[in-house]
């Protein structure tokens, strides 16, 4: 069995764990939500790209020329729609020569399967790129199961998945079936409700983002 101490990364940050406890408020408006999930999604990134392959190339500064490396990772954003979209602005923004490959998965609020309504990736993708899952919610951890298998069907491994708060029910779900993902997140939360919803958590992710 994978270990969760070396699968999942917490971020401990004092700024990550400030705006997590404000966008757990549930009086915050959408406008302020949003402005503090992309903050956040700003710093999850950070440290979810922490270990991004480089090759070194150099630039000429003013003076004389310097050492410098570039990013040489063939690297993937994979937002899962709706909320996935605030982690994706902060992550195209962070690698702006990163492809992005929206998701389209909503969970059924009965029978919390995750139902795939939008998938468009290429046949084939460079085995050795690089994915980033950005799923902010890992609940059940259906939604981010079903969008890792996307690219694992596709000969593709290595892959980090980014969640603003996770469940434990999620993460092992992930990880019994891809004990090769990297899950960094802000917080581990307690347990799944009945309803499927992580407790304390922040409510619904994507109706808090786009006000519905
Ligand atoms: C939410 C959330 C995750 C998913 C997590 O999305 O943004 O993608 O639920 O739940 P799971 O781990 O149990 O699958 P939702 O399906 O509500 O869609 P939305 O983002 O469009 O609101
Ligand atoms: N999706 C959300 O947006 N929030 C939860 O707590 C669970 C699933």
Redesign the pocket.
């Known amino acids: 069995m994978t270990s969760i101490m070396t699968s999942v990364k917490i971020i401990n940050h004092p700024l990550v764990q400030q705006l997590l406890t404000k966008i757990r408020d549930y009086q915050s408006l959408p406008g302020t939500f949003r402005q503090h999930a992309l903050q956040l999604s700003h710093y999850l990134m950070y440290e979810a790209l922490r270990d991004l392959e480089t090759r070194p190339t150099s630039v000429d500064t003013p003076l004389s020329p310097a050492k410098g490396s570039i990013i040489s990772d063939y690297v993937i954003f994979a937002p899962?729609?709706?909320?996935?979209l605030v982690l994706a602005e902060a992550a195209q923004s962070m690698v702006p020569e990163a492809r992005i490959y929206h998701i389209g998965?909503?969970?059924d609020e009965k029978t919390?399967q995750?139902i795939s309504y939008y998938a468009h990736l290429p046949e084939t993708l460079p085995p050795a790129s690089r994915v980033y899952v950005l799923?902010?919610?890992?609940?059940?951890?259906?939604?981010?199961t079903a969008a890792i298998s996307l690219f694992t069907e596709r000969s593709v491994n290595d892959i980090h998945l980014v969640s603003l708060v996770a469940a434990p029910e999620?993460i092992k779900r992930v990880l019994d079936k891809f004990p090769q993902v990297k899950i960094i997140t802000a917080s581990v939360d307690d347990y799944l409700n009945e309803h499927?919803y992580i407790v304390p958590g922040l409510g619904?992710?994507?109706?808090r983002l786009f006000g519905t």
């Open positions: 899962v729609l709706r909320a996935g998965l909503k969970r919390l995750a799923d902010p919610m890992l609940a059940t951890g259906g939604s981010a999620g499927g619904d992710a994507g109706d």
